[in-house]
């Protein structure tokens, strides 16, 4: 059966840590693996991966991807408080559709 | 500016009622979905479409009908609803293939309680 587990399911740090989000899948036909950003309402998009060891950056939020074994990771350098919020994995496979982790809190405390 | 939006943004029903969760998305998208979240499930795919009179059952869909008569609504009916049924819905939108990264926009949601 396709998954994506991601892990820890929560987390609580200071500001100025470095947190590392996981994500790991046994998906069929894989695509594309989308990390989404979640406060308390609609999820929305940081990165797509989709090929292993080419990092993906967006200021002090980074990602990865290993399709070997297979997962993927995003790193949180210098976390603050607006960092807080439920970090959403996905998977895309066949044409277009998603199978979705179900989550990481995270939250950073002052 | 493009957007999706749902509504109501809050519902709440009885068992045995028929609901309708309205989308509506600006995007001029033709890939759009339907997902249930719940604590400890993440999202979950109730039901997609890849454009007009396409519609595609997804992992949950048990209970659950959509319609897609243009490319902007896609409006999700519960037939008789369920206490099962309680979660917050989200409806997204993507474009189709070829054309980036196959990113989801997702609407505010709608949180629906059935008593």
């Known amino acids: 059966e396709d998954k994506v587990v991601q892990s820890p399911l929560s987390l609580v740090v200071h500001e100025g840590d470095t947190v590392t989000l996981n994500c790991s899948y046994e998906v069929t036909n894989f695509r594309s693996l989308l990390w989404y950003k979640q406060e308390k309402k609609a999820p929305t998009f940081l990165f797509m991966l989709?090929?292993?060891?080419i990092e993906k950056k967006s200021g002090r939020l980074s990602s990865i991807l290993d399709k070997k074994e297979p997962f993927s990771i995003l790193n949180i350098t210098a976390t603050q408080t607006g960092d807080s919020a439920v970090y959403l994995c996905a998977v895309r496979y066949n044409f277009n559709k998603f199978y979705f982790g179900s989550g990481t809190k995270l939250n950073v405390k002052p | 500016d493009a957007e999706i939006t749902q509504s109501p943004r809050h519902k709440i029903t009885e068992t045995g009622r028929q609901v309708t969760l309205a989308c509506h998305q600006t995007?001029?998208?033709?890939?759009m979905f339907w997902y249930r979240q719940d604590l400890g499930h993440g999202l979950r795919l109730i039901h997609y479409s890849y454009g007009v009179q396409d519609t595609n059952k997804g992992e949950v869909s048990d209970g659950y009908s959509v319609s897609r008569s243009n490319t902007e609504d896609l409006p999700l009916t519960l037939e008789s609803a369920a206490s099962s049924q309680t979660s917050v819905y989200f409806c997204?939108?993507?474009?189709?293939?070829?054309?980036?990264?196959?990113?989801?926009?997702f609407g505010p949601g709608t949180r629906l309680t059935v008593t």
């Open positions: 989709t090929s292993s060891g």
């Open positions: 997204a939108s993507s474009e189709s293939a070829g054309t980036g990264t196959y990113e989801q926009y």
């Open positions: 995007w001029n998208h033709n890939n």
